[in-house]
T-cell receptor, first 114, second 114 residues
Framework: DAGVIQSPRHEVTEMGQEVTLRCKPISGHDYLFWYRQTMMRGLELLIYFNNNVPIDDSGMPEDRFSAKMPNASFSTLKIQPSEPRDSAVYFC????????????FGPGTRLTVT | AQKVTQAQTEISVVEKEDVTLDCVYETRDTTYYLFWYKQPPSGELVFLIRRNSFDEQNEISGRYSWNFQKSTSSFNFTITASQVVDSAVYFCALFMDSSYKLIFGSGTRLLVRP
């Protein structure tokens, strides 16, 4: 079975540009999570969805960040406008259902904002 | 407050040595889960193990073993006869059923030298 798929794997953009990160969760998984990893803050949860509905977005840093899940097999994390401090690795993860708890992570998208 | 502390920032050992990675957690929840993830140099996050708060049995999987002690709020990870391929950053994480959030420690970088 395919794991969590993220695209692009690497993104380099200039400050002020819009960035869209994409994620395809494991088929049949009801939960989808977006994390950010930086040297300063480590791994932190940004937002998570259950059955395509955002449940907790308290980790989203600013209004410049938005996430959507239009269907069970696709989610996006958008940053508009991007800033150099947004440079990080963004991970998407999914878990099967309420009682599964194990989250399976995608390979991550390394974002560099210059 | 919920928190995971991995006090060892970096550990360096010679191949075939045993090594223990420490993890101490804080939570007021009575139902919680503890995880270990491995992040090799390639960057992905690999799930290793999950333990729930009601099961303090230690677990062994090949060269890996885990020691869960509620009395000291610790969930330590031991690699026996370490190998170069074990070189990675290892994250301990706490999952609270009440909030459905995974809180990561800051990670321990393990370097196994030939």
């Amino acid at each position: 079975d395919a794991g969590v798929i993220q695209s692009p794997r690497h993104e380099v953009t200039e400050m002020g540009q819009e960035v869209t990160l994409r994620c395809k969760p494991i088929s049949g998984h009801d939960y989808l999570f977006w994390y950010r990893q930086t040297m300063m803050r480590g791994l932190e949860l940004l937002i998570y969805f259950n059955n395509n509905v955002p449940i907790d977005d308290s980790g989203m840093p600013e209004d410049r960040f938005s996430a959507k899940m239009p269907n069970a097999s696709f989610s996006t994390l958008k940053i508009q406008p991007s800033e150099p401090r947004d440079s990080a690795v963004y991970f998407c993860a999914s878990s099967r259902d309420r009682d599964s708890y194990e989250q399976y992570f995608g390979p991550g998208t390394r974002l560099t904002v210059t | 407050a919920q928190k995971v502390t991995q006090a060892q920032t970096e550990i360096s050992v010679v191949e075939k040595e045993d090594v223990t990675l420490d993890c101490v957690y804080e939570t007021r929840d009575t139902t919680y889960y503890l995880f270990w993830y491995k992040q090799p140099p390639s960057g992905e996050l690999v799930f290793l193990i999950r333990r729930n708060s009601f099961d303090e049995q230690n677990e062994i999987s090949g060269r890996y073993s885990w020691n869960f002690q509620k009395s000291t709020s610790s969930f330590n990870f031991t690699i026996t006869a370490s190998q170069v391929v074990d070189s990675a950053v290892y994250f301990c994480a706490l999952f609270m059923d009440s909030s459905y959030k995974l809180i990561f420690g800051s990670g321990t970088r393990l370097l196994v030298r030939p």
